[in-house]
Each structure stands twice: as structure tokens, then as C-alpha cells.
């Protein structure tokens, strides 16, 4: 593909201001400066910097970001800033979009992709990849409200009962739940419905893939070979 195109495609400008980028020598592969925007480079495995930064060619993005408190999952944000402020330029220009929804003050792992069939596969209540959750509570947490939760609760706006997929005390007053679908504030109200009440949340992990060491307010890409622990094909 052609560098200006490459460039183009990862989210760094019209494809003038590309060709912009390319003239001036602001970008090198392998550390060497193209000046060239017809210059070809198979784009399996590529990697290039533009002004000094090392950027990855995908064809579509999936970053996994370390969400703080005090962010909007909307693209759209009221109160907050959204969590797209996290992400360098070119992500937000290619337009990737969280993975469905976390809380202003949930904390934790969220995926965002510009691959629409990825979104909507990810977001999809058949895909029931596992979503596992840090709950700090305001009451102390006692067995029969483990069970409760493993048994199903109803929440207000669904006669069908919710269920934990695993629920498991962590502390006095702490939780660590497995939830497999996504219905609104899912968590709060499944601590309501027990009359418990949470006090912080966080998402560790889905599927098989957890944060890792990845700090707050920092994104990464999601390799070829993860895609598998959330329960996508891989290749
Ligand atoms: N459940 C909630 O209540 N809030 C979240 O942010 C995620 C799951």
C-alpha cells in the first residue's frame, strides 16, 4: 500500500495533510525518513513513527484502555470527559467506539474497535464472552446474598431473573462477580436487589484477557493471538 494511503487509513489526516507529512520528513520506517507518499510497503506487520512517534498498522483497531474514574463512555459526554480524550488522534479520526458501556465511575478494562462487525459481535447478547468484576460494597456481604446473586435476582425493568455466572466474597465487603450479558448499571442493581449497595466498581478482566499491568488512563493494542480469550477466531 501506499505510505500516503497507510497513513491515511490510520487516522493521520485528509490524505493531504498525509502527503503534508510525508513531504516534510516527518515520517520514517525503520528508522529511516520516506519523503515519497507513493513509496509501497506491505502493510502486514508494519510499523512506521510519524513526528518521532511509533505508531502499528491494522487494518482495524482494537485497543484495550485502562479506564479511570471521572470518564464518560459516551461520544457525546455531559458531565465528564469521554474516554475517546484518552486516545492518541489518530484512534479518535478513524473513529473507534468503546466496546458497550461503563459507568462515569467504574474503573477498568474497556475495548474499543473501529471494526463495526467487531462491535457489534463483541456487543451482542449472543456473544457471551465473560466479564468479571472488582464490587467494593457498603454492607458487609454474607453467604446468602453469594447465593442470591448465583441464583438470580429480578431487576426492575425484566421479570427474568439475572444471574451471576460466578460470584464469589473477596473480603468483608467486596465481591468478585461474572457477569456474561451487559443490561444497564447491571451491578449496582444486582447489589440493589440483594439491598446491598456498591460503593466502587471495577472490570478486571473479559473472557480470558485481563488488564495485566496496563496503568490507568493507559491503552494498548489487542494482539492478533488475544482476540481468542474473548471469544473471537482468530486469523
Ligand atoms: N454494571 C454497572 O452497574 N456499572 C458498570 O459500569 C458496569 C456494570
Redesign the pocket.
Known amino acids: 500500500m501506499r505510505l500516503a494511503q497507510i497513513l491515511f487509513s490510520q487516522g493521520f489526516g485528509t490524505r493531504r495533510e498525509c502527503a503534508g507529512l510525508i513531504y516534510s520528513a516527518l515520517v520514517e520506517v525503520e528508522g529511516r525518513v520516506i519523503d515519497d507518499p507513493d513509496a509501497d510497503f506491505p502493510t502486514e506487520g508494519f510499523s512506521f513513527s510519524v513526528r518521532g512517534e511509533p505508531w502499528r498498522y491494522f487494518d482495524k483497531a482494537l485497543v484495550l484502555l485502562h479506564k479511570p474514574a471521572g470518564y464518560e463512555c459516551s461520544m457525546k459526554p455531559k458531565h465528564h470527559p469521554s474516554v475517546m480524550s484518552l486516545l492518541p488522534p489518530p484512534l479518535r479520526t478513524r473513529g473507534v467506539q468503546p466496546v458497550g458501556?461503563?459507568?462515569e465511575d467504574?474503573t477498568g478494562f474497556l475495548l474499543l474497535t473501529d471494526d463495526g462487525a467487531l462491535l457489534h459481535k463483541l456487543t451482542s447478547p449472543k456473544h457471551h464472552v465473560p466479564k468479571v468484576?472488582e464490587v467494593t460494597l457498603k454492607h458487609p456481604v454474607d453467604e446468602a446474598q453469594v447465593q442470591r446473586l448465583l441464583a438470580g435476582v429480578v431487576l426492575d425493568d425484566d421479570p427474568a431473573p439475572v444471574r451471576a455466572a460466578a460470584c464469589e466474597a473477596t473480603g468483608e465487603r467486596s465481591l468478585r462477580l461474572t457477569l456474561t450479558e451487559?443490561k444497564y448499571?447491571?451491578?449496582?442493581?444486582m447489589a440493589a436487589a440483594v439491598s446491598n449497595r456498591?460503593e466502587a466498581?471495577h472490570?478486571s478482566a473479559m473472557g480470558g484477557l485481563t488488564l495485566g499491568g496496563l496503568a490507568p488512563g493507559k491503552w494498548r493494542w489487542v494482539e492478533a493471538q488475544e482476540r481468542e480469550a474473548l471469544g473471537l477466531k482468530v486469523g
Open positions: 458501556r461503563l459507568d467504574t468484576y451487559g448499571h447491571q451491578v449496582k442493581r456498591v466498581l472490570r
